[in-house]
């Protein structure tokens, strides 16, 4: 995908309001997890949250993805306090749309789910840089360096 126009889609998100990609002009942070209160997802946005100033200093927006219900994620925000939008993909729009679906196995078993991954949009509406099956340590750190370069 890297190099290419973003796909638009439009997702209700916790502010209340749907969030549409093509609004955005300035550079995005849209990073893809699995689930809700789970102990990587919880890092992940937590390490995304701690950064958060720095992102924004540098013009850029964050959102988080996952297909846990909007009611989940206002939750999930709360507790972590979140400064950012966490989007509700229930219907798998935005996960197809990246290919962040894949097979998985979890307690020996195969199940369908959201593979970690993270991508930048850059001001133009195009994917700048794509990671996919992240580790969430210094997984953020990785994103706002490679966010600085854009500049």
């Not at 307690?107 to 991954?117: A, C, F």
Request: hydrophobic content about 35%; aromatic content about 10%.
């Amino acid at each position: 995908m890297t190099g290419t126009p973003c796909p638009d889609f439009t997702l209700p998100g916790t502010a209340g309001a749907d969030f549409q990609l093509s609004s955005s002009r300035k550079p995005l942070v849209i990073y893809f997890y699995p689930k809700d209160n789970t102990p990587g997802c919880t890092n992940e946005s937590m390490a995304f949250r701690d950064l958060h100033p720095e992102f924004a200093a540098l013009g850029a927006e964050i959102v988080g993805i996952s297909r846990d219900s909007l009611k989940s994620h206002q939750n999930f925000k709360a507790k972590l306090e979140l400064p950012f939008e966490l989007l509700s993909d229930s219907e798998e729009t935005a996960c197809s749309l990246f290919g962040v679906i894949k097979m998985k196995n979890m307690y020996g078993k195969q199940v369908r789910g959201i593979e970690r991954s993270t991508f930048v949009i850059d001001a133009s509406g195009k994917v700048s840089r794509e990671w996919r099956g992240v580790k969430v340590p210094g997984h953020a750190e990785e994103v706002l360096a490679y966010v600085k370069t854009l500049k």
